[in-house]
């Protein structure tokens, strides 16, 4: 059976920077954030249903309208629930079918909303990245030119950094990139050592 540790931490925490460091050290990893978003424009069922949800302009020329959707999503926490249970699902079969074709002692899977969306009952451990609010806003600001108000409002539809640690085996605390290898290939001797 394949280990699963899950590795997720609010936006701007550098989630996927510390997932790269993993991939370095020979770990398969999933991100769920970018698999949902391929799957969004692939599939052909959550198309429908996204456009059943919140119309037509949810698609332009056939691409995923990510600026109208995220202007509807952080603002209305029904239609955010109502957005992941359509697709939630299908990232979750799309994942245990990558699963299997991997071949290594344990994989991780990255995900802004592992534990909002109950995925981290999936997993075998968990890895929290977290950094200080200041810094996460800064570095959103830059990655997606942004607005500091933006990102808050995501910030909002996620759980604390408090909330996640309390539910993880690991925390990444990551304001400082040696630093931050140096904790990852420390947890990633203690998951070999675990399994």
């Known amino acids: 059976m394949m280990i699963v540790v899950g590795l997720t931490g609010g936006i701007g925490s550098g989630k996927t920077t510390v997932a790269n460091m993993f991939h370095k050290l020979g770990v398969p990893i999933y991100i769920a954030d970018l698999e949902a978003k391929k799957l ?46 359509i697709v939630h699902p299908k990232v979750r079969s799309h994942f245990n079918r990558w699963l299997k074709k991997q ?8 995900a802004a909303i592992l534990f909002e969306n109950g995925g981290y009952h999936e997993c075998d451990y968990v890895i929290t990245v ?32 408090a909330e996640k640690v309390k ?21 990633h001797q203690k998951i070999l050592k675990l399994i």
């Open 167 to 187: 539910l993880s085996h690991f925390v990444i605390n990551n304001d400082n990139l040696s630093e931050t290898e140096n904790q990852v290939k420390i947890i």
């Open 103 to 110: 071949n290594t002692p344990y994989v991780i899977k990255e």
């Open 130 to 161: 977290i950094a200080s609010e200041e810094d996460k806003i800064k570095r959103v600001i830059l990655r997606d030119n942004s607005s500091a108000k933006k990102v808050k409002a995501i910030m909002n539809t996620q759980w604390s950094d």
């Open 40 to 85: 969004m424009t692939s599939s052909k069922i959550i198309k429908r249903k996204l456009i059943q949800l919140f119309g037509e302009e949810a698609y332009t020329d056939g691409k995923l309208n990510k600026p109208f959707l995220s202007g509807k999503i952080y603002n209305d926490k029904k239609l955010l629930l109502k957005m992941n249970a």
